[in-house]
């Protein structure tokens, strides 16, 4: 393992890089959020067997810097960041693995920057389009109990979203949608104690099904066909990112594919672990393989 700082706009940022040695094109991971670090992704480490998997903390966030300033966490410089990133460690060939956020930060890079050698996209439990993800949570919404829908529905129009019972209504909500794991691993929980909910109420909102902050418009779907490289889509089957949605971005890219998780959610990677990192390293291979034979 190899971990350490590299100075990007605003501050540093923690990496960490698990099977440097592996001689496969590595795999660099773009965590959720905005503002969740990336340990909730250490399954990921599993693919080092074949390549070296990269990590690192967003700006804000886990072992990185955090500059109080929010003017800084924007998404174009989190673009910026991301090619700093795999400019110092040199990434010159690399496949990008986005996961919830992680995969609006991977398709705006691609879109803005038409970045040379990215070998692949694995965009997981994709948050694309701003409205249409606030769209889903409201589809999920109706299904929860009355007492979750007026808990949300109350705070929302009184503005006050520290009530316990809009924590609670939270709570239930993320248990059938973000992680259906009881307990929840303690990677997830660690990510959680560690993430910086000033970044993610100023980008997102108070919550996944409040979207509000500085991200609540922000699309890009219409432009993804530009995008050329192998893309493989993941989602549970009561994702936040639902199924119906992901097969519309798949259907948008030629040549997409779309891996949906049956009995799982948005952390079908926890919740799914072996049956993930095979659809994952299965599509890997299959993208380093085509680059060979082209």
Known sequence: MREGFIPAPGGRVFYRIIGQDATGVPL??????????????????????????????????????????????????FVEELAVVRRELGLERVHLLGQSWGCMLAVEYMLVCRPAGVASLVLCGPCLDSRRFAEDQRVHLEHMPEAVREAVLKAEASGDFTAPDYQAAIMEYYRKHVCRLDPWPECLNRAVEKMNPAIYEHMWGPSEFTARGTLRNHGRTEELGAIDAPVLFTCGRLDEARPETA????????????????????????????????AVADFLRRADESVRRS
Not at 252 to 276: C, K, M, N, V, Y
């Open 247 to 278: 097969e519309e971005y798949r259907a948008s890219i030629p040549g997409a594919e779309l891996r949906i998780f049956e009995d799982a959610s948005h952390e079908h990677h926890l919740e799914q672990t072996e049956a993930f990192l095979a």
């Open 28 to 77: 660099l991971a773009l965590h959720g959020g905005p503002g969740i670090p990336h340990d909730y992704l250490e399954p990921l480490e599993a693919l080092a067997d074949e390549r070296p998997v990269v990590f690192y903390d967003q700006l804000g966030c886990g072992g990185s810097d955090r500059p109080g300033d929010l003017s800084l966490y924007t998404l174009p410089r």
